[in-house]
């Protein structure tokens, strides 16, 4: 059964980079998949991020390209996300996802972040 | 972006009711809509794919259906477990966008 758990810092500063890995079990990363991250601010509904692939492609969304960056790491079998000059805004849970087909089967527990001073 | 717009944002039924919940894409998305569920402090658990393809272990009472632009869950027969927010999902292309959720309470 495969596993992913993310982790990282639960609090953040404004205009610090927020730092998050995953890391995958009962699977390899190198397998013919998309890996994605996609957060959740609390209380409300769920945004994709972007996703890699195991050779590295990344598509990343629009409205956050010019900060993020998502990293595999093969030897691993982690991902990572980066996310620079965070506000208060990218408060949220953020969850590593296997994309399987085009859906999200399989997801991390979630990770809840705080930008906060 | 392709926009999904689910319906309603919230309902109230009880246990034993069939509900539908909708979500409408902006522009055709054939058949790439998947649809989760969601319980607090829970991750998502995808349900449906392929708008109509029920994922194993899933309960047969859920369904789904639809293509193009417009399409449907109904869950028949709802059972205590079954009150969480549902979300509608396009994978036609990048990037991939969720609806806002609906959120299904006990009445």
């Known amino acids: 059964q495969m596993q992913l758990q993310e982790s990282g810092p639960g609090l953040v500063k404004p205009s610090e980079t927020l730092s998050l890995t995953c890391a995958v079990s009962?699977?390899?990363?190198?397998?013919?998949?998309?890996w994605s991250w996609v957060r959740q601010p609390p209380g409300k509904g769920l945004e994709w991020i972007g996703e890699i692939y195991h050779n590295g492609s990344t598509t990343y969304s629009p409205s956050l390209r010019s900060r993020v960056a998502i990293l595999v790491d093969r030897s691993k079998n982690k991902l990572s996300l980066k996310l620079t000059s965070v506000t208060a805004a990218d408060t949220a849970a953020y969850y590593c996802?296997?994309?399987?087909?085009?859906?999200?089967?399989?997801w991390g527990q979630g990770t809840l972040v705080t930008v906060s001073s | 972006d392709i926009q999904m717009t689910q319906s309603p944002s919230s309902l109230s039924a009880s246990v034993g009711d069939s509900v539908t919940i909708t979500c409408r894409a902006s522009?055709?998305?054939?058949?790439?809509l998947n649809w989760y569920q969601q319980k607090p402090e829970k991750a998502p658990k995808l349900l449906i794919s392929?708008?109509?393809s029920l994922q194993s272990g899933v309960p047969s009472r859920f369904s789904g259906s639809g293509s193009g632009t417009d399409f449907t869950l109904t869950i028949s027969g709802l059972q205590p477990e079954d009150f969480a927010t549902y979300y509608c999902q396009q994978s036609y292309n990048t990037p991939r966008t969720f609806g806002q959720g609906t959120k299904v309470e006990i009445k």
């Open positions: 392929g708008a109509s």
């Open positions: 009962g699977g390899s990363i190198s397998n013919s998949h998309w």
């Open positions: 522009q055709t998305i054939r058949n790439y």
């Open positions: 996802v296997r994309t399987f087909a085009s859906h999200f089967d399989y």
